[in-house]
T-cell receptor
Framework: GQQLNQSPQSMFIQEGEDVSMNCTSS?????WLWYKQDPGEGPVLLIA???AGELTSNGRLTAQFGITRKDSFLNISASIPSDVGIYFC????????WGAGTKLIIKP | GAGVSQSPRYKVAKRGQDVALRCDPI?????LFWYQQALGQGPEFLTY????????KSGLPSDRFFAERPEGSVSTLKIQRTQQEDSAVYLC?????????????FGPGTRLLVL
């Protein structure tokens, strides 16, 4: 099925480092969403973006809706151990179309 | 409970067996979605209900997949004559409003393994 191009596939970082991940698509979307999924659980919404150019923060998380409506990024500042997990972007025009995820691993 | 619940959490089926997966959405949520998530991938849309009406079933991979929500609350996803490629996590999500700028709340998923 159709999916977004999400990168990187995985990240190994030190605690305290900043993290950046992004999604691109050949299609435009009305909404961009960022989710986090922990093992054995369903995805949990982190940030929702509804307008091209919109920049939104949720604590240490910041996400932007690209002005072309075909891309979005998510930044996490000063990572902590509980940030470990898989982060998904999802674009919505009608259905939700999902990226393949970015697995965040924090080195001890 | 306060969230979306799904049962069973795990299901092992023999190839050819029929399975039924249950979703209990958040009370009062109008919209209900089913997704299939393969290992290492993002969820893929299967079907959408607005109350009891199945408005979109474009993501169902074959006619072996059938979903219903007869009273507009609990939903069941049924897979007939399961195949190995049906092995995946099946996620259910519900939202308060109709499809659009809704926030979807996900259940923990049912992990289906077809042997």
């Amino acid at each position: 099925g159709q999916q977004l191009n999400q990168s990187p596939q995985s990240m190994f970082i030190q605690e305290g480092e900043d993290v950046s991940m992004n999604c691109t698509s050949s299609s435009i979307f009305n909404t961009w969403l960022w989710y986090k999924q922990d093992p054995g659980e369903g995805p949990v919404l982190l940030i929702a973006l509804y307008k091209a150019g919109e920049l939104t923060s949720n604590g240490r998380l910041t996400a932007q809706f690209g002005i072309t409506r075909k891309d979005s990024f998510l930044n996490i500042s000063a990572s902590i151990p509980s940030d470990v997990g898989i982060y998904f972007c999802a674009g919505q025009f009608d259905q939700l179309i999902w990226g393949a995820g970015t697995k965040l691993i924090i080195k001890p | 409970g306060a969230g979306v619940s799904q049962s069973p959490r795990y299901k092992v089926a023999k190839r050819g067996q029929d399975v039924a997966l249950r979703c209990d959405p958040i009370s009062g949520h109008v919209s209900l979605f089913w997704y299939q998530q393969a290992l290492g991938q993002g969820p893929e849309f299967l079907t959408y209900f607005q109350n009891e009406a199945q408005l979109d079933k474009s993501g169902l991979p074959s006619d072996r997949f059938f979903a219903e929500r007869p009273e507009g609350s609990v939903s069941t996803l049924k897979i007939q004559r399961t195949q190995q490629e049906d092995s995946a996590v099946y996620l259910c999500a519900s939202s308060l409003v109709v499809r659009g700028k809704e926030t979807q709340y996900f259940g923990p998923g049912t992990r289906l393994l077809v042997l």
